[in-house]
């Protein structure tokens, strides 16, 4: 079945600069890649999403790239603020499944 | 803004006993999904439901587990004889599109299995 690896686990960086959370995934059936966020304590919050037939999609300082070749999607964040700090979940989707495969998730904290 | 409401927040029970987590769902989407996460663990898919039946789930979702509609509102998901390794945060979801795409979460219900 379909495996999802995200890297890093944890990552900080200082306000103002960007952060670059790398997954992939196995089966090249997959053709919708979601990203959540989780703060502490709260819900995970879809954030942005691609489909395999867009190779990179942009929301304000957010974007998201995908290598349909490699098996690999990325999460860009710019100009990151102490807000941001929170777990990132990547996600990937086979076909006409319903299961979402999760990534194990990146820590991601942002000092100001 | 709409949001997708879970009960209860956390539940601890005894190893052998029946436990039902609800959920309310977004009221027009018509998609409905069970995941879970171990501490520490990845996000896993337990179940998806439409037109109040089942379409798909997980080998994680085995005889122990169901899930039922029971009205035009709640979303449940009972496990009938907990073990200690059931225990994991409990998150619902639902979704207008379908497909497992577009997810609204709930903010999860903690079980202790003791």
């Known amino acids: 079945g379909e495996n999802v690896e995200q890297h890093p686990s944890t990552l900080s960086v200082q306000e103002g600069d960007s952060a670059v959370i790398k997954c992939t995934y196995s089966?090249?059936?997959?053709?919708?890649f979601p990203w959540y966020k989780q703060e502490l304590g709260k819900r995970p919050q879809l954030i942005i999403d691609?489909?395999?037939?867009?190779g990179e999609k942009k929301d304000q300082r957010i974007a998201v790239t995908l290598n349909k070749t490699a098996k690999h999607f990325s999460l860009h964040i710019t100009e990151t603020q102490p807000e941001d700090s929170a777990v990132y979940f990547c996600?990937?989707?086979?076909?006409?499944?319903?299961?979402?495969?999760f990534g194990k998730g990146t820590t991601l904290s942002v000092s100001s | 803004e709409p949001e997708v409401t879970q009960t209860p927040s956390h539940q601890v029970t005894q190893m052998g006993q029946e436990v039902i987590l609800r959920c309310v769902p977004i009221?027009?989407?018509?998609?409905f999904y069970w995941y879970r996460q171990i501490l520490g663990q990845k996000v896993e898919f337990l179940v998806s439901?439409?037109?109040?039946?089942?379409?798909?789930k997980s080998e994680i979702f085995d005889d122990q587990f169901s899930v039922e509609r029971p009205d035009g509102s709640n979303f449940t998901l009972k496990i009938r004889s907990t073990k200690l390794e059931d225990s994991a945060m409990y998150f619902c979801?639902?979704?207008?599109?379908?497909?497992?795409?577009?997810?609204?979460f709930g903010s999860g219900t903690q079980l202790s299995v003791l």
């Open positions: 439901f439409y037109n109040n039946e089942i379409s798909e």
């Open positions: 089966d090249s059936a997959s053709n919708y």
């Open positions: 009221s027009n989407h018509l998609y």
């Open positions: 996600a990937a989707k086979i076909g006409t499944g319903t299961a979402l495969i």
């Open positions: 979801a639902s979704s207008l599109t379908g497909l497992g795409e577009k997810l609204f």
């Open positions: 691609i489909r395999s037939n867009v």
